[in-house]
């Protein structure tokens, strides 16, 4: 029962274009959603977040917007550089409900080309 | 100010033994959330700790166990080990109920042979 998901394991993008990474839900019980990034021997660095009752939220290169209705929620980054090469994660919590665990999707390799 | 720690970094078993991680969570935390992340996976969770008890937890059978300490800190506990266990286990510290964003440690890698 895969609750989030990331359906491109992989994105390519040259520096200094828009990287935009998807994710979709199922669970309409999720009401806080969050974007973390991974290198290689490290664990999730967490990046920007956004509560249901919002569309969009900003942090300098970082946006993330969310669609309830679509149940979809996009990150993009611009401009891209190479050191954001990493696996980006999406993530969902249904808050108390589910005891504020987070699902997450399987992730996509973003490589930004320089 | 000090993040998520995690020990020991890597770790190799062998079938049937037991094992046991750490977690000290960040400065200020007291939620403590363990997840399994398998290779090409996204983290799976296993179970969370608030006030030394355990608060919710995952499809994860009961070979999997933990606890948490006066000092938020946490053990991963898992008995029996199996091939399949082999994983990176990560560690994630919270404020609760108060804010639903958790931070991660950089995980322990486990291989069981």
């Known amino acids: 029962d895969q609750q989030v998901k990331q359906n491109s394991p992989s994105l390519s993008v040259q520096e200094g274009r828009i990287s935009i990474l998807n994710c979709d839900y199922t669970?309409?019980?999720?009401?806080?959603f969050l974007w973390y990034k991974k290198y290689p021997a490290e664990g999730p660095t967490f990046l920007i977040s956004?509560?249901?009752?919002?569309d969009k939220n900003e942090d300098g290169r970082f946006t993330v917007f969310l669609n309830k209705s679509a149940k979809h929620l996009s990150l993009h980054i611009v401009p891209s550089q190479p050191g954001d090469s990493a696996v980006y994660f999406c993530?969902?919590?249904?808050?108390?409900?589910?005891?504020?665990?987070?699902?997450f999707g399987a992730g996509t390799i973003l490589r930004v080309k320089s | 100010d000090a993040g998520v720690t995690q020990s020991p970094t890597h770790l190799i078993k062998t079938r049937g033994q037991q094992v046991t991680l750490r977690c000290s969570p960040k400065?200020?935390?007291?939620?403590v959330s363990w997840y399994q992340q398998a290779l090409g996976q996204g983290p799976q969770f296993i179970f969370q700790?608030?006030?030394?008890?355990?608060?919710q937890r995952g499809n994860f059978p009961d070979r999997f166990s933990g606890h948490q300490f006066p000092n938020y800190s946490s053990e991963l506990n898992v008995n029996a080990l199996l091939l399949g266990d082999s994983a990176l286990y990560l560690c994630?510290?919270?404020?609760?109920?108060?804010?639903?964003?958790?931070?991660f440690g950089p995980g322990t890698r486990l291989l069981v042979l």
């Open positions: 993530a969902a919590s249904a808050g108390r409900y589910y005891g504020n665990k987070l699902v």
């Open positions: 700790y608030y006030e030394e008890e355990e608060r």
């Open positions: 400065s200020g935390h007291d939620t």
């Open positions: 956004i509560s249901s009752i919002k």
């Open positions: 994630a510290s919270s404020l609760g109920d108060r804010d639903q964003t958790q931070y």
């Open positions: 669970n309409s019980m999720f009401d806080y």
